[in-house]
């Protein structure tokens, strides 16, 4: 069954802690990246990555991390430097052979709160 | 960073009726795209209009782009309970490398 992982689907953060979410994808897609959603927002992109082994911040990056050591992976950790980390994260990726942002396939998401 | 608007900000309709949400953004695009959001979930793909089509169709959904005025709408014909969810507009801007999503609609169809 093809499609794109978000583990765990709720987390909790204490106060200085970091915390990694998880984002697996087996379709085969060369582009992945993250959102964040506040409530009742729109989605603000945190960090992407068109392939392996290169990220790019996006608009809100101060804060997070990621890496991209395996394409079908891309995991964002969230700092204790993220001082309002509540939220809901979403994963998402888009297919090779078309243009980078023609179509995202999401994950079901992360609601991630604070202790 | 350039963002699409969404009006309304909410929409209460009946089972039956269309539902029409409009999106604005505010520098030229390379296509426009429409996703909707069940409450908790994920965001789901709906439809892709490009920057030279000022219509679009996908079974009950229909989208319009006016790139003059640098608006899109979308309608939804004869509604569903199912269609209650968010929808939301997002724009991919030539060299952007990303999409930029608009704060969405909460549509709720009551039956």
């Known amino acids: 069954d093809g499609g794109i992982t978000q583990s765990p689907k709720y987390l909790f953060r204490k106060e200085g802690q970091n915390v990694t979410l998880s984002c697996e994808q087996n379709?085969?897609?060369?582009?992945m990246y993250w959102y964040r959603q506040d409530p009742g927002q729109g989605l603000r992109l945190i960090y992407y990555?068109?392939?392996?082994?290169?990220?790019q911040k996006g608009d809100i990056a101060e804060g997070y991390s990621v890496s991209r050591e395996k394409k079908e992976s891309f995991p964002l950790t969230v700092t204790s430097a993220q001082k309002n980390p509540t939220a809901f994260y979403l994963c998402?990726?888009?297919?090779?052979?078309?243009?980078?942002?023609?179509?995202?396939?999401f994950g079901s998401g992360t609601q991630l709160s604070v202790l | 960073s350039q963002q699409g608007e969404e009006d309304p900000q909410a929409l209460s309709i009946q089972e039956g009726e269309n539902a029409t949400m409009n999106c604005s953004y505010k520098t030229s695009i390379n296509n426009l795209q429409w996703y909707r959001q069940n409450s908790g979930r994920g965001l789901v793909h709906l439809i892709l209009i490009r920057s030279n089509e000022r219509e679009k169709h996908s079974g009950r959904l229909r989208v319009t782009l006016d790139t003059s005025k640098k608006s899109s709408s979308l309608l939804i014909t004869a509604s569903r309970a199912a269609d209650t969810a968010s929808y939301f507009c997002?724009?991919?801007?030539?060299?952007?490398?990303?999409?930029?999503f608009g704060q969405g609609t909460r549509l709720t169809i009551n039956p």
């Open positions: 379709l085969n897609h060369d582009a």
């Open positions: 997002a724009t991919d801007s030539f060299g952007a490398q990303k999409l930029v």
């Open positions: 990555s068109q392939i392996v082994n290169d990220f």
């Open positions: 998402a990726s888009s297919p090779p052979g078309q243009g980078t942002n023609e179509k995202l396939f």
